[in-house]
């Protein structure tokens, strides 16, 4: 397979295919997943919860970022690589510019970074660098003392309207890709069918052009021993873990993930 670039991915949502992304870690599980099919790596910062068992993303750190994106580059075949900023790490644009220099340098195709309209300068300034930039909208897990909580986001008509708005901006200012995290999946097909760029998403329903899942909740596997609305336990009648991400690779494409109940109402 040739390797997937930021053309395959517009290709795909022209195409109506759509686009599996999954997150990775290390070397190993991102070999695993492009062998099952993921088209595109997530290095995300919820590594801050699955892999150094912390209660959320803010104590991750640039540097941690960019160790990982290093380990997925190695074990990656072809896939995209997306990788968060972390946590404050983009406060200013200077920072901005100088931490997605170093992912990128470590391996990442793409940075991804969290927040609406506000980053539009940003997004712009990273674009004019040769970055791309995927915009996680909704749920933006690095503002969950902000938010009071992991809650629903876009619901009611005034925050349906920014969220729009938001997206539409992005877009014209150069972002590369979208992510929506727990929106209603009402919303989200609004958003995914007004912007060009592809649109990916997590508790956003069926929709978007394309899904991602964090790799360790699609295996089953819980520190807290709850899972998320949006989550479906991909192991479950598999015998390997290879087989599970093939399943969840076969069922983002074939549109019977997420189902209706892995979603949420405006
Ligand atoms: O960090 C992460 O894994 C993410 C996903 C929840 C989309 O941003």
């Known amino acids: ?4 670039t930021v053309t395959t991915l ?8 759509k686009i599996a992304m999954l997150t990775a870690y290390d070397a190993t599980f991102a070999h ?22 912390q209660d959320s993303t803010l104590p991750v750190s640039i540097d941690e970022m960019a160790y990982h994106t290093a380990c ?9 690589i997306v990788t968060d900023l972390s946590f404050m790490s983009y ?17 990442a195709h793409m940075v991804k970074l969290e927040g609406g309209v506000t980053l539009a300068d940003a997004v712009q300034r990273l674009a004019e660098n040769g970055v791309p930039v995927c915009m996680h909208m ?9 938010f009071g909580g992991y809650k629903v986001q876009g619901r009611g008509e005034a925050q349906a309207r920014q969220l729009r708005a938001d997206a539409i901006a992005l877009e ?12 209603p999946s009402e919303l989200a097909a609004e958003i995914t069918q007004a912007v060009k760029i592809p649109v990916i998403g997590i508790g956003a329903g069926s929709a978007t052009d394309g899904q991602v899942l964090v790799l360790h909740d699609m295996l089953g596997l819980s520190l807290t021993g709850r899972a998320p609305k949006f989550v479906k336990n991909f192991m479950d009648g598999q015998t390997s873990i290879q087989a599970a991400l093939a399943a969840y ?4 494409k074939e549109v019977s993930f997420p189902a209706a109940e892995h979603g949420f109402s405006a």
């Open 1 to 4: 397979m040739p390797a997937v």
């Open 10 to 17: 517009q290709e795909l949502k022209q195409k109506g295919e």
């Open 32 to 53: 695993a997943a492009c062998q099952a099919g993921v088209e595109v790596l997530l290095v995300g910062d919820s590594l801050g919860m699955v892999v150094q068992g």
């Open 72 to 80: 997925v580059k190695r074990g990656n075949q072809g896939a995209l």
């Open 91 to 107: 406060a200013t644009l200077e920072q901005t510019l100088a931490n997605s220099a170093r992912v990128m340098q470590a391996g």
């Open 138 to 146: 909704g749920l933006t897990p690095q503002s969950v003392n902000l």
């Open 172 to 183: 014209q200012a150069g972002a590369a890709m979208l992510l929506l995290e727990c929106v």
């Open 249 to 252: 690779v076969k069922a983002v």
